[in-house]
């Protein structure tokens, strides 16, 4: 089994700056991809970042410029440096992590979800 615990979230005014990290623990002998969603209120849940295992990353339009994902593979963590924070970047952001499972599936565990919240 493997357990995501997320930090860093909070409430800060528009154009401010927030760091998510997302820690995972359990069994786990190797990480591809890792990631953030988000789900803003009456919205549908959206892929904010993901970095893959070589360190490729993709962004949805929306922040990029603003965000950068980045992970430490030794101590199997993600992050999301954001910057320049807009109100319409208030969402609950859950991390996720996708590990090999048998016969050559992936299995997805996902983070508890932090608020972050952009004031105007």
């Known amino acids: 089994q493997v357990q995501l615990v997320e930090s860093g979230g909070g409430l800060v005014q528009a154009g401010g700056s927030l760091r998510l990290s997302c820690a995972a623990s359990?069994?786990?002998?190797?990480?591809?991809?890792m990631g953030w969603y988000r789900r803003a209120p009456g919205k549908q849940r959206e892929l904010v970042a993901r970095i893959t295992s070589g360190g490729n990353t993709n962004y949805v339009d929306s922040v990029k410029g603003r965000f950068t994902i980045s992970r430490d593979n030794a101590k199997n963590a993600v992050y999301l440096q954001m910057n320049s924070l807009k109100p319409e970047d208030t969402a609950v952001y859950y991390c996720?992590?996708?590990?090999?499972?048998?016969?050559?599936?992936?299995?997805?565990?996902w983070g508890q979800g932090t608020q972050v919240t952009v004031s105007s």
């Open positions: 359990g069994s786990i002998f190797s990480i591809n991809a």
């Open positions: 996720y992590v996708d590990v090999p499972g048998i016969s050559n599936t992936q299995l997805r565990y």
